[in-house]
């Protein structure tokens, strides 16, 4: 037997940031721990598929609520900057060629096969728990290769319907647009869309609360986008928020 579970890469996940993970749900192909798996890929970037338990901390991987099953967990692995969260002018690190196509190749003892595709088109890379202000943390991106993010980058939330506020007028999201201050779950519609609660991954290092934006709606003010909802608002550029970098 051999199946495709999804070989047209016009799906989960567009963008990505080292350690990042997600689960293949292996349903009606027998015991999905006798697969033996490979990545076919060419890039910068990569991928490992274990047969593991879940993490088991209260908030990681909190989808999951029986804490004994164990899943197929492909987890990205790419361009990172731990070792310089704290420095203001980090070295530059590799920015990868971008669209990168992933085939997940996986197969039992009696030869059954697997597969499953999906291509990544935007990397992120996070500073962790470091919360600097607007121009240190442009610096920090530019100084890596990457850049700051757009509001777009992020989140498909819009200020208008419920939770919007007079401080999120001017923002732009991703398209197709919630039609709230609030993402709504959807791929290729910003990353926070696509992810859902970024501190959920354990090892990621994202945090649950304020990313800056370079989308600027005065020479003081720019957006911010909360993680946990993906909700717009916007502050004093000169305070201190948690910073990500995207390419391209």
């Not at 047209?8 to 349903?27: E, M, Q, R, V």
């Not at 338990?53 to 731990?82: C, F, M």
């Not at 401080?167 to 926070?192: H, K, L």
Request: aromatic fraction near 14%.
């Amino acid at each position: 037997m051999s199946c495709v579970l999804s070989l047209g890469y016009l799906h989960f996940p567009t963008t990505g940031s080292d350690g990042l993970y997600f689960d293949l749900d292996i349903i009606g192909a027998g015991d999905a721990r006798q697969f033996s798996w490979r990545v076919i890929t060419n890039g910068d970037i990569g991928a490992t598929i274990r047969w593991r338990l879940s993490n088991q901390g209260v908030n990681e991987d909190r989808w999951i609520t029986d804490k004994v099953k164990y899943v197929t967990r492909v987890t990205l692995h790419g361009p990172e900057a731990r070792s310089q969260w704290n420095d203001a002018n980090p070295s530059q690190i590799t920015v990868p060629s971008l669209p990168q196509k992933f085939e997940l190749v996986g197969r039992d003892s009696s030869g059954n096969e697997l597969r499953y595709g999906f291509v990544l088109k935007q990397w992120f890379v996070n500073r962790g728990s470091k919360t600097v202000n607007v121009p240190r943390q442009t610096t920090w991106c530019d100084s890596l290769g990457y850049r700051m993010p757009k509001v777009s980058d992020l989140t498909n939330a819009t200020c208008s319907g419920w939770n919007s506020v007079s401080d999120c007028r001017g923002a732009v999201g991703a398209t197709p647009s919630s039609g709230n201050n609030a993402y709504q779950r959807r791929i290729e519609a910003g990353f926070f869309t696509e992810w859902g609660y970024m501190d959920h991954y354990a090892d990621a290092d994202f945090v649950d609360g304020r990313y800056w934006t370079s989308d600027v709606i005065s020479n003081s003010y720019n957006f911010y986008v909360y993680t946990s909802r993906g909700d717009i608002n916007s502050i004093y550029r000169t305070l201190s928020y948690y910073g990500v970098c995207t390419t391209p």
